[in-house]
């Protein structure tokens, strides 16, 4: 920490509708990954906390599930969680993705922002996949909805303006207290991070097949074989038999591959060698009762 000048802390919400890339952003930031990323709308689910420090300041990001129209107990949950964030916040980040352009879920998360009296920065992410002349009418365009404090084009996958965007919320940021100690990038603890990746490889490689309805519980975590490794055992959870049987994949193939890759991602946030065991269960219609949303981490108390 600097003593010469007074240290700066506080905490920015990441806002926008599904897939503009809040968990690519978060990961670039923090520099490991700590936020599953899938290019399926509705990937976050939790608030996903990410903690970027330096020696003036340190930035707590939330990332919220993408606002949506809910379509179940957890799409309720899910935009609970995302409105409740923004009244608890120093920053919002509102994200748009420059390909798409304006939306009409961009609308309703305009409607959200007018309720609140927190400053608000428009981040236009993935600069990088459209030309230059197309970013001035964008920016002018949502000029006109609302008045943000900043308006900042990035793009998060490489890293164009994150140094800009960095030092913008630094400025904005109140004078505060270190929450977390410099090394710590996360509040969640490792469990729920792992069965995050283990979730994020069941949705890269199943593709349309199964779509959000898959959970993953951890059942083992522990430190075998002389401290020398450590055992991870989680269930996957989905709604079907069928889904259940695409999970697995032919003679146990696709529940292989999601091991292998599951297992690099593990190994390298645990710093150790890793032995992962899965296992697929069903659950019919977890997404809609009360009772399996708790167990599976989804809890209406914690917000």
């Known amino acids: 920490m600097n003593n010469n000048q007074s240290y700066k802390s506080g905490f920015v919400s990441i806002i926008g509708r599904p897939n503009v ?5 978060i990961n670039r930031v923090i520099g490991q990954k700590i936020a599953i990323m899938s290019d399926k709308p509705q990937t976050t689910r939790n608030k996903i906390q990410g903690v970027y420090t330096t020696n003036n300041s340190q930035t707590i990001f939330i990332d919220t599930p993408g606002i949506h129209k809910p379509k179940h107990k957890l799409g309720d949950f899910m935009m609970k969680v995302a409105q409740n964030t923004l009244k608890e916040v120093d920053l919002i980040l509102f994200m748009i993705n420059a390909e798409e352009g304006y939306g009409r879920g961009d609308e309703f998360i305009i409607e959200r922002l007018n309720e609140t009296k927190t400053p608000v920065f428009l981040i236009i992410n993935k600069i990088d996949q459209i030309h230059p002349d197309q970013l001035l009418p964008l920016i002018e365009q949502y000029k006109e909805l609302y008045p943000f404090k900043e308006i900042i084009p990035i793009s998060a996958l490489q890293g164009n303006n994150i140094d800009t965007l960095l030092q913008q919320i630094e400025m904005l940021l109140p004078e505060g207290p270190q929450y977390y100690p410099e090394d710590q990038v996360t509040d969640h603890p490792e469990r729920f991070i792992i069965t995050e990746l283990i979730r994020e490889k069941v949705l890269h ?3 349309e097949e ?5 959970a993953v519980v951890m059942d083992t975590l522990e430190r075998r074989e002389n401290n020398q490794a450590i055992f991870v055992g ?3 959870i989905v709604e079907r038999d069928s889904q259940k049987g695409i999970v697995i994949g032919k003679q146990g193939s696709m529940l292989k591959e999601v091991g292998k890759r599951a297992r690099v991602d ?3 946030l ?3 060698k890793v032995f992962l065991e899965l296992w697929v269960k069903v659950q019919k219609d977890w997404r809609n009762k009360a009772s399996q949303l708790r167990d599976y981490g989804f809890r209406d108390d914690e917000y």
């Open 21 to 25: 890339g809040k968990s690519t952003f």
């Open 270 to 272: 645990l710093g150790s």
């Open 210 to 214: 199964i779509p959000h309805s898959v």
């Open 205 to 207: 490689l199943t593709r």
């Open 266 to 268: 593990i190994e390298a």
């Open 234 to 236: 989680a269930t996957i």
